[in-house]
């Protein structure tokens, strides 16, 4: 079958390294792509939310699956944007519809999913430019530290957690009054901040049935000790230490089941991943947010566990027959170590040039690549992720650390800590 993987990062090249492993594939192809997927696919010059141009490469290539990687065009409905065409309608498309993408797109309404459906999570409220003087009576009577939310989607960037009341209230103004994330921050969710560790949990699902890929912890601070500011990610783990079965059977029962069921309760057809990042507070999960998509980097370490062919797994979510599938994982652990540019996650410069690549190193999925005159360049924040395997996960990053000191590029870093915590 021919298949198009929508998406230019490090999550894309990882599925297109995993999905051109598949007999049942014929042609790949990756729309924007990165000089990463080129060696595994053909890359196609589309914006992500250009979804006439991607209907016509889907016709034009007789594309049988669409799976679509980033957040922006599941929210914006390119899967009914599909449905509604009936030159495409046949066509399966792994990613929610646009109600169901609303897990992501909105954090109010997935506040209010989980509420519904008794799905435990922190304590919150929503507030907009007119009620702002509720919004700062709020925040005075919850316990510091204050976490504030932009309700839509702003490029992971939309969380602000203050230890300051004054503070928080002035930033809650930024947010609802000089749109600070445009608006993305015309609604903000204040919420009860969480003590605990952080994990990601992902969930392949066809509506009815549902498989637990393997869980993975990231770590967001640009410095070591998880210090500095967030950052799309700089390294992932898997599978997590902590998790023990009974904590996994938490998971499953007070979380996952709830949600699979409330997506069915609603009326939300859901065909594709589901991205839960929980935290575990003392002996229990709690969902700090939904994604409706495979996250990065920890796409860099789940996938590559996975045994179960993923496109025969990818073939029956669209079939409705996920049940009919055995998953088998890598029992080894992953890491991934993720080298970004200079200045990266504040300003940076693109078009450095990478080398080493072309040296016998281990696994590297390329996040923010492409083909320049001379060879690979730098063309993003995060640049490139390289993966190992080892008995523990002390033993697969100082693997993947020794393939990034045979890479270079101007302004290169990379935490030297990811798995510190473990």
């Known amino acids: 079958m021919n298949v198009l993987v929508i998406g230019g990062g490090g999550r894309e090249h990882t599925l297109c390294w995993k999905i051109k492993q598949s007999d049942q594939c014929e042609t790949l192809y990756a729309a924007p792509g990165n000089a990463g997927t080129a060696n ?23 594309i049988d699956l669409v799976i679509v990687g980033p957040e922006e065009p599941l ?25 169901a993408a609303n897990l992501e797109g909105s954090k109010a309404f997935a506040k209010e999913f989980m509420y519904r459906h008794q799905i435990p999570t922190a304590s919150y409220a929503e507030f907009t430019s007119k009620n702002i003087s509720e919004g700062e009576a709020y925040l005075a009577n919850t316990q510091s530290p204050y976490v504030l939310k932009a309700d ?5 960037k939309g969380v602000v957690i203050l230890e ?20 993305a921050s015309s609604k903000v969710v204040i919420e009860e901040f969480l003590s605990g560790i952080e994990l990601s949990c992902f969930v392949l699902t066809d509506g009815e049935s549902y498989l637990t890929l393997p869980m993975a912890k990231d770590y967001k601070r640009i410095g070591e000790g998880d210090t500095g500011l967030n950052t799309g990610g700089m390294g992932a783990i898997s599978p997590v230490p902590f998790v023990s079965e009974a904590f996994e059977e938490k998971i499953d029962k007070k979380i996952i089941r709830p949600t699979i069921d409330g997506l069915k309760k609603d009326g939300m057809p859901y065909k594709g991943f589901v991205f839960i990042g929980l935290i575990k507070v003392g002996e229990e999960p709690k969902v700090i947010e939904y994604n409706v998509r495979l996250g990065d980097p920890e796409t860099e370490v ?18 409705g027959r996920l049940n009919e599938i055995n998953l088998e994982i890598e029992p080894k652990t992953a890491a991934t170590v993720m080298a970004v540019s200079g200045g990266y ?40 992720a390289a993966t ?17 000191e045979k890479i270079n590029f101007e302004g290169m870093y990379y935490r030297e800590d990811i798995g510190f915590d473990l």
């Open 152 to 156: 839509g989607l702003a490029a992971g």
């Open 345 to 384: 996650p504040e300003a940076y410069e693109k078009g450095k040039q990478i080398t080493g690549l072309d040296e016998e190193i281990g696994l590297v999925f390329h996040a923010g690549t492409r083909l320049g005159e001379e060879g690979v360049v730098t063309d993003g924040g995060r640049v490139l």
């Open 40 to 62: 595994c696919a053909i890359n196609l010059p589309l914006s992500v939310t250009d979804f006439e141009g991607i209907k016509n490469a889907v016709v034009e290539y007789s």
């Open 302 to 319: 789940v996938l590559p566990r996975l045994k179960t062919d993923l496109l025969s797994l990818l073939t029956a979510v669209h079939a």
């Open 388 to 404: 190992s395997f080892g008995k523990n996960s002390n033993e697969a990053v100082i693997k993947s650390f020794r393939t990034l």
């Open 75 to 99: 929210v914006k409905g390119i899967h009914d944007y599909f449905l509604q065409d009936k030159s495409v309608s046949h066509v399966g498309i792994i990613g929610p519809q646009k109600a």
């Open 164 to 183: 300051d009341l004054e503070e928080a209230k002035k930033e809650l103004r930024r947010m609802l009054l000089e749109k600070k994330f445009g608006t």
